[in-house]
């Protein structure tokens, strides 16, 4: 299959050269792992606080959960394999408590992978993601690991007059509908729409959208208070302190475009008003910008 072709991911069409990009991120040759001063030492493991991390794999690796005092150690697929079984189980259960991401359920996936390699990885019901076991299942497993809780997105269904009069007033909400960043929030990859500020930002029209503050943008561009359906609403979510944790765009007739974060992986997509709705964290107030 040629870098071309293209596999459903959350009903967006993804093409193989991404996908390979992906398998990168999820499953890179040499990853860190993260682990107290104390158990490293137990482990024999020597940490390097030097090396940086991408953005795409501070998302991969969901750092905003990890503690900053953890000592981060770095290990190829190799020298991973080599450890002793017992400190590699010890290893991987200290990834789950400490908030590591890509730290898989081996029986989730022991319908696509060897169950017997999986489990024999770590600590049998826990294993981390290496390319030998990604890029045999390319087109399977990355699409999978991309849409798990995640909504698909249904720009398909959404009537050519909504996307006409949503035109008017976001000239480049249909062309981003539907689509992944090239990278994350932060990265030399992409300085368009990677999280979901940009997104609206970007649906207005606004090109390099990832360096315009949204704040500013959203006093320069839009008055407070709009009725529910008017295309051009923007909707944003702020917490108690009056900080902005998430943003939208109305388009018309029931339909939101939005990111569902600032990860390679996430869509840019469009939902139902009641999809988004459902997905907001409680204790958040929502509130509407009508575009000047």
């Not at 295309?231 to 939208?248: D, I």
Request: net charge negative; glycine share 8%.
């Amino acid at each position: 299959m040629t870098d071309t072709a293209t596999v459903q991911v959350l009903g967006i069409d993804v093409n193989r050269a991404l996908l390979r990009r992906w398998a990168g991120w999820l499953a890179p040759s040499c990853q860190p792992f993260f682990l107290t001063a104390a158990e490293a030492g137990r482990l024999g493991l020597t940490p390097d606080p030097v090396r940086e991390r991408s953005p795409e794999l501070r998302d991969t690796y969901e750092e905003w959960n990890v503690a900053d005092e953890l000592a981060v150690v770095w290990l190829d697929e190799r020298d991973f394999h080599a450890l002793p079984r017992d400190t590699r189980a010890e290893l991987v259960r200290a990834q789950v408590r400490h908030g590591r991401g890509a730290v898989a359920t081996v029986d989730v996936w022991t319908d696509l992978l060897d169950a017997r390699v999986v489990r024999e990885q770590g600590d049998g019901s826990r294993f981390v993601w290496w390319p030998s076991l990604v890029e045999p299942h390319l087109d399977d497993l990355l699409p999978r690991w991309v849409s798990e809780n995640q909504l698909p997105c249904k720009r398909r269904s959404v009537p050519e007059e909504v996307w006409r009069a949503a035109a008017v007033i976001l000239p480049g909400a249909r062309a981003l509908s539907g689509t992944f960043a090239r990278g994350s929030r932060g990265s030399t990859l992409d300085s368009g729409a990677t999280n979901c500020f940009a997104t609206v930002i970007a649906a207005t029209g606004v090109r390099d959208a990832a360096d315009k503050p949204f704040e500013a943008w959203l006093c320069a561009r839009c008055t407070a208070g709009e009725t529910e359906d008017v295309p051009g609403t923007v909707l944003v979510w702020r917490n108690t302190e009056g900080t902005a944790t998430h943003a939208a765009v109305i388009l018309g007739g029931g339909w939101v475009l939005h990111k569902p974060g600032q990860e390679w992986y996430t869509p840019r997509q469009v939902l139902t008003a009641t999809d988004l709705d459902d997905l907001a964290p409680p204790g958040l107030t929502l509130h509407r910008h009508s575009l000047l």
